[in-house]
């Protein structure tokens, strides 16, 4: 029998969502608890490595989305205290040359911000330009007069030529709107109203901006400066074709008395993330020719200054090195590195030595297990990074010869009073082609060993990303609802090299759902899962193999598949990536190759479709745009197999942007599950109004 159609906001979940009762004599996770989660991100040394900034991200139940704000900490001792006061959001704090005053951004409820220093002695703040938008990068020059910054303003709206005239006084419609730029949208902004994003300096006491790159293009970070403070690099996507071709960029340079540009590498490519040695002679950054192909791993170059002579370091390395930082000594590159769900920073000497300094950053969302995390040098060699691990958020640490310190507790209070779930590895073979893929898998809260139990199968998108053993709402949420929760890096996870990322070049789904099956295959043979209990979900590449997933098996009970894509066609040329996505993923459009579009589409497989699927997606998301959820929904409607679509209101493609949003969706998906012979326990805690 199918259900009623639910087309609602996703306070659904409070209504429907059950969690098991606990196995544990203390207190388990609930979707409330999201409001006290605190993380660390952007750690920044003073220049004599005495002092780190960092960024602490609180969620706050009022505002109901995380709030930066910028503090201080000993990395000796752990001592810290807040930069910017009570309820100042500031984020992006970058260090003086002479450690005195650190620039920061705060943002305005206008979508600018104002750039902003503070003395670190007195805490006193002076406001150095109001921004009609907000930058991306922010860099001192040498000698500390000048900050420089990229920004893209807003672009003057056009519209189509008419002759009429609206009456002083009358409430006509808005104008039409002219659109004639190839990317003309992004997930996360909606339609572009801004212009091309460029270089500007301002003095660092204040005074008008100068506009130091031009042109149609779009000139991005990091900014660098030359030790002379003559010039800067910068990474610049400056081709003609450049919004048809996103993934070709250059290191430029720019002088700051002219603006005259010079080009410093020549490949076709994504290359770019320029740093200058400290002597100024040698650049490092990063690349790799673009072949096409939907996964290469980036490769770190050293080349002189001015472009020439260029070499990679560590050329055979089947991993991608990322975020280039020079030793005070100009001897050698720190980077990070994502290899088997882990990311970690190495050092890799001029001569191609390479070794791990620190391992297990993590960073971004909090939701799920994605890897990523952000590190910082201190002239001494010190490794600042945002710390992760399965039982907290990113918190910020500190590698000396050696040996980690955690710097921050943010989490302690919350997390130490609740009991979570424990992560355990699993090792697969893939019964495709016996390939090995990591997993991981979570067990409820208090659950004695030797128990079979319900299990969830969580897939991560991308496809071409990366889970790892890191903290995840969503995951300890359903734990702590009675599920051992299974995570996989299936073929298109990006830390095990070129060859499996490419397991499913322009052949997607394909491997991965193999080596998904194979996995929840292996949890089961463990007695871990009960085979009779399966569910699955995921979102974006894993809404797409949740729907890929009950096309091809009746093996789960219930599935929820997230901001999916169902229709590749439609897909290719709705999204806002549609300049790249078919060149990469399918190598044709679809009007040269429709039978493949149709054929890796999991619209195709609707008719085999019995499992009872909830779909939930962003009513704003144009990476997936909800059309494409409406068509799994509608299909299933037709077919009279149970369904539901959920709306989350005013989300983009990151449903879990806002806490309040973050707890619905995952107790929507424990409420779907529920309902299908999941743990069912008793409704969650409704938050209280304030």
Known sequence: MTLLPIR?????????????????????LKGADLFSLSRASDPQFSPDGTALAYVR???????????????????????????????VEASHPRWSPDGTRIAFLHPETDGGADLEVIWVATGRTAQIARLAATPRDVAWSPNGALLAYTLAPPAEATAPPTALEAPKGSHWAPPLRSISRIAYRADGVGYVSSGYSHIYLVSADGGPPRQLTDGAADDEGPLRWSPDGSSLIFTGRRDAQFEREPFHSAVWRVAVADGALTRLTTGVGPYGDAALSPDGRLMAYTGYEDHKRSYENRKLFVADADGGHV??????????????????????????????????????????????????????????????????????????????????????????????????????????????????????RSKADGA?????????????????????????????????????????LYAAAGYVVL??????????????????????????????????????????????????????????????????????????????????????????????????WFGKPPWEDAAEYWR???????????????????????????????????????????????????????????????????????????????????????????
């Open 57 to 87: 991200i609180a969620n706050d139940i009022m505002a109901d989305r995380g709030l930066p704000s910028i503090w201080l900490a000993d990395p000796r001792t752990g001592a810290q205290s807040p930069l910017t006061g009570p309820g």
């Open 436 to 476: 090995a893929v990591d997993a991981w898998y979570i067990t409820p809260p208090g659950a004695a060993p030797g128990t079979a139990r319900p299990m969830i199968l969580e897939i991560h998108g991308g496809p071409f990303a990366n889970y790892g053993p890191v903290f995840a709402t969503d995951d300890q």
């Open 311 to 428: 070499r990679a370091l560590q050329a055979n390395l089947d991993r991608g090195l990322t975020d280039p930082v020079w030793a005070a000594d100009g001897r050698s590159v720190y980077a990070k590195i994502e290899d088997h769900g882990s990311v970690n920073v190495v050092q890799i000497t001029l001569t191609g030595e390479m070794h791990v300094v620190a391992e297990g950053l993590a960073g971004g969302g909090l939701d799920l297990p994605y890897t990523g995390g952000e590190f910082a040098l201190s002239p001494t060699g010190e490794v600042a990074f945002t710390q992760g691990g399965p039982d907290h958020p990113p918190e910020l640490a500190v590698v000396r010869r050696g040996e980690i310190r955690r710097v921050t507790h943010l989490n302690d209070a919350l997390l130490g009073a609740r009991e979570l779930g424990v992560l355990h590895p699993l090792k697969v």
């Open 8 to 28: 609602a906001s996703l306070a659904l979940g409070f209504l429907l969502g059950a969690f098991a009762p606990s196995l544990a004599a203390t207190p388990v």
């Open 487 to 584: 995570y996989v890096n299936p073929r298109g996870s990006t830390a095990y090299g070129e060859a499996f990322a490419n397991g499913i070049d322009k052949a997607y789904p394909g491997l991965d759902y193999d080596d998904l099956m194979s996995a929840v295959d292996a949890l089961v043979d463990a007695g871990v899962a009960d085979p009779k209990a399966l569910y699955v979900t995921g979102g974006s590449g894993g809404g797409v193999l949740t729907a890929w997933i009950v096309g091809k098996t009746n093996r789960f009970r219930a599935a929820v598949s997230q901001k999916p894509v169902i229709n590749w066609s439609s897909e290719v040329l709705t999204t806002d990536l549609y300049p790249w996505m078919a060149a990469y």
């Open 600 to 690: 890796r589409s999991p619209l195709s497989l609707v008719g085999n479709v019995a499992t009872p699927t909830l779909v939930i997606v962003g009513d704003r998301d144009l990476r997936t745009p909800d059309s494409e959820a409406e068509q799994l929904f509608d299909a299933l409607q037709l077919r009279g197999v149970p369904t539901g679509l959920v709306l989350v209101p005013g989300a983009f493609h990151d449903m879990a942007a806002r806490p309040s949003h973050a707890a619905a969706k995952a107790e929507t998906v424990l409420a779907w599950f529920a309902r299908f012979g999941g743990p069912a326990g008793a409704a969650p805690t409704p938050l209280a109004k304030n």
